[in-house]
């Protein structure tokens, strides 16, 4: 099983700050990389996939990289509804398997 | 508009069974794989299981293998999964989701909204 690990656990930051989220896989996944973001009380929301292409309809200030087994989501400039938590995905192996997540908090 | 919407859950007793109905309205699930995740209070979300297009293809996390059964009726634009010998750790509220975009690989969307399930005694 592929094992994906997020940090930090928890991100404190201001509006309009910029996000770096990471995520490490215990082994090559390629690209087949997720990001979702989960706000309480609603399903998560795929943003990101294939590690670095924008889901639709999501705004540009989202963007991943990386490949292998590091990642990283930036959030060039935190609006206020992107204080939420964030999950990886990965696709390569079965079982699918997410990350812990990482909370991004308001400072 | 693509939407998910499941039902079924509730609370159970440990080793009864439930079985989970996710509708599909504004597309046809008949061309897409579909999913089901699951997220235990105040976790992570979990994989759960998978069933491709046509039901010809199956997989499960193995915390349910042996236990839950997936399964697919597209004329009706529903997706299901069958719970059996519930344990108190499959507590969780339970989402399905089609794969995106065309399907070549295996990201979520759309969601639906979940269904409570919770197992105890």
């Known amino acids: 099983e592929i094992v994906l690990t997020q940090s930090p656990g928890t991100l404190s930051l201001s509006p309009g700050d910029r996000a770096t989220l990471s995520c490490r896989a215990s082994q090559s996944v390629s690209s087949y990389l997720a990001w979702y973001q989960q706000k309480p009380g609603q399903a998560p929301r795929l943003l990101i996939y294939?590690?670095?292409n924008r889901a639709t309809g999501i705004p540009a200030r989202f963007s991943g990289s990386g490949s292998g087994t590091d990642f990283t989501l930036t959030i060039s400039s935190l609006e206020p509804e992107d204080f939420a938590v964030y999950y990886c995905q990965q696709c390569r192996n079965w079982p699918l398997t997410f990350g812990g997540g990482t909370k991004v908090e308001i400072k | 508009q693509m939407q998910l919407v499941e039902s079924g859950g509730g609370v159970v007793q440990p080793g009864r069974s439930l079985r989970l109905s996710c509708a599909a309205s504004g597309f046809t699930i008949s061309i897409y794989a579909m999913h089901w995740v699951r997220q235990a209070p105040g976790k992570g979300l979990e994989w759960v299981s998978f069933?491709?297009?046509?039901?010809?293809?199956?997989y499960f996390a193995d915390s349910v293998k042996g236990r839950f059964t997936i399964s697919r009726d597209n004329s009706k634009n529903t997706l299901y999964l069958q719970m059996d010998s519930l344990r108190a750790e499959d507590s969780a509220v339970y989402y399905c989701a089609s794969v995106y975009g065309s399907g070549s690989h295996n990201w979520f969307d759309p969601w639906g909204q979940g269904t409570l399930v919770t197992v105890s005694s």
């Open positions: 069933i491709s297009y046509d039901g010809s293809n199956k």
């Open positions: 294939d590690a670095s």
